[in-house]
């Protein structure tokens, strides 16, 4: 039903004041006799003809009033709809957020995982590269580069500790002698040889062999007196002569020479003191002879310099 405004009401109620206007003239223009009468049946008429009037209003404002509670409720209806399309889209847009979600995180534990393995994987090279640099490949034994840092290392602990620091320098006798008769390959297999024995007489983590170059070995021996170090050059030395090195069926004699210095917070001693210093030792025991054992002491010490050992 098409909606009536109040405009359209006002018009109906103009309308129906015209066409009680000539009832109205002709019951004024009757006799007065029946004038009681006539007004009586224009009062019973003019409460129908209101009662009617107000019935229509009333008709038409229910009518309004229906129409606009209808579409009210049409429009609450498509609200509700609206609201509950939308709860399913926003739960389902959850849902996929939720799986986007696990698949992101499942995705980040499978880069971290390959991640941490790469570092793994990193970790172990770098050690071994480290490892590689600071070994020797033929011996086992510390290389040179290392000895420079850790006699450093050592000399800066010993003067903040006021402990004393020894250095033995070790060479193999008439070596050349080995490589020209039974060739290089006798002559490597004679450092392996002889590096065993090396790390055999070292019984404190700290003390630390070397390789230093050719057939020269080195060993650093922090707190470590004289004496002490003295006492381990020559229990090397008797173990080294007393069994020969074997090379295909062949015994080969092995002989060494050492020289040992000992830094005791001397004045004006520094690493390159102490290394010249087991050097010129050692140089003393080839020259006097080899197979022996030679000391070096420093202008304050107590000691002298010629406490040498041979058997």
Not at 58 to 86: E, G, H, I, P, W
Request: contains cysteine.
């Amino acid at each position: 039903m098409k909606r009536i405004n109040s405009k359209k009401i006002t018009q109906l109620f103009i309308w129906l004041s015209v066409l009680l206007l000539p009832l109205v003239s002709m019951a004024n223009g009757s006799d007065d006799t029946s004038s009681d009468v006539i007004s009586y049946q224009w009062f019973v008429i003019g409460i129908t003809l209101g009662t009617i009037i107000s019935a229509i209003v009333a008709l038409f404002l229910t009518s309004q009033f229906r129409q606009r509670y209808q579409r009210m409720q049409n429009k609450l209806k498509q609200a509700l709809a609206d609201v509950s399309s939308a709860e399913l889209h926003f739960k389902d847009l959850e849902l996929k957020q939720q799986e986007n979600q696990d698949q992101l995180e499942e995705r980040v534990q499978e880069r971290t995982l390959e991640l941490n393995i790469a570092l793994q994987e990193l970790e172990s090279a770098n050690q071994e590269l480290e490892r590689k640099n600071v070994l020797d490949e033929l011996t086992g034994l510390h290389n040179r580069r290392f000895y420079d840092q850790k006699i450093q290392a050592e000399y800066r602990r010993s003067r903040r500790n006021l402990t004393p620091l020894s250095l033995v320098m070790i060479d193999i006798d008439h070596f050349k002698a080995v490589n020209d008769t039974y060739g290089h390959l006798a002559g490597d297999q004679c450092l392996v040889w002889l590096s065993e024995f090396i790390k055999g007489s070292l019984k404190r983590s700290t003390d630390k062999a070397f390789r230093y170059g050719g057939e020269e070995f080195c060993l650093i021996l922090p707190d470590t007196e004289t004496q002490g170090a003295l006492v381990l050059a020559e229990q090397l030395r008797k173990n080294i002569n007393a069994q020969a090195f074997c090379y295909q069926n062949s015994e080969i004699p092995i002989t060494i020479s050492c020289g040992i210095s000992t830094y005791q917070q001397e004045k004006d001693i520094m690493p390159e003191q102490i290394f010249t210093g087991a050097d010129e030792a050692l140089y003393r025991a080839k020259h006097n002879g080899r197979n022996q054992s030679v000391l070096h002491v420093f202008a304050e010490s107590p000691l002298t310099d010629n406490l040498n050992t041979k058997e």
